[in-house]
């Protein structure tokens, strides 16, 4: 059973930084895949970024296109998220989830960490 564990959410003003990390661990099948999701209270579940197991090829929301860069460390089976110029509309619950091959679907999911942005 794959396991995936968030870190680095907190509070921040608006227009700073901060990095999330997912790490996974457990699982005898490596991922395609593996994304960021973001939910506001009252809101549903949206994707922020996806990037490939390999590193090579990334995609993100509108939202949080060139300020958002999602990557991988293989070497530590770890994901990153680094957020630029937060906004308060930023404030969520970021999870990660896991693809596999041959998946449309996510099939793991972390338990989320918290992002506040104060204006």
């Known amino acids: 059973q794959r396991r995936l564990e968030e870190r680095g959410g907190g509070l921040v003003q608006s227009g700073a930084s901060l990095k999330l990390s997912c790490a996974a661990s457990?699982?005898?099948?490596?991922?395609?895949?593996m994304g960021w999701f973001r939910q506001a209270p009252g809101k549903e579940r949206e994707f922020v970024a996806r990037?490939?197991?390999?590193?090579?090829?990334?995609d993100y929301a509108d939202s949080v296109k060139g300020r958002f860069t999602a990557s991988i460390d293989n070497a530590k089976n770890t994901m990153y998220l680094q957020m630029n110029s937060l906004k308060p509309e930023d404030a969520a619950v970021y999870y990660c989830?896991?693809?596999?091959?041959?998946?449309?679907?996510?099939?793991?999911w972390g338990q989320g960490t918290q992002v506040t942005v104060s204006s």
């Open positions: 989830a896991a693809m596999l091959y041959g998946s449309a679907t996510w099939s793991s």
């Open positions: 457990g699982g005898s099948i490596r991922p395609a895949a």
């Open positions: 990037v490939k197991w390999s590193g090579r090829g990334t």
